[in-house]
């Protein structure tokens, strides 16, 4: 059974930095592609960050130079290290294993987390 486990959400003040990690079944982790979403209060989920089996990673504009998505193949872990964060950033963040298209660039989500919140607050 695939299985996807998002986890290290906390409370963290304004400017500081928080490392989510994402842990997935072997058999869903290894061939496919990886992405974080984030579900703010009152808004749609949005993507936030994206990271082909090959290595090539994509960002939304809103957390592009703050956040960093990477993996350990070894562990089936996704990470993404955000740093520098913002009231605003204060969401549910989620985990996605799926597929990026090679020719649009489009991620295509399949196998979703529980997700872990995070708050961003003084």
């Known amino acids: 059974q695939a299985q996807v486990v998002e986890s290290g959400g906390g409370l963290v003040q304004p400017g500081g930095s928080l490392r989510l990690s994402c842990a997935a079944s072997?058999?869903?982790?290894?061939?496919?592609?990886m992405g974080w979403y984030r579900q703010c209060p009152g808004k749609e989920r949005e993507l936030l960050a994206t990271?082909?089996?090959?290595?090539?990673?994509n960002y939304a504009d809103s957390v592009k130079g703050r956040f960093t998505i990477s993996r350990d193949n070894a562990k089936n872990t996704v990470y993404l290290q955000m740093n520098s964060l913002k009231p605003e950033d204060t969401a549910v963040y989620y985990c996605n294993v799926g597929h990026v298209d090679y020719y649009s660039g489009i991620y295509y989500p399949s196998y979703w987390g529980q997700g872990t919140q995070v708050t961003v607050s003084s």
């Open positions: 990271l082909t089996s090959s290595g090539t990673t």
């Open positions: 072997h058999s869903i982790f290894s061939a496919n592609d």
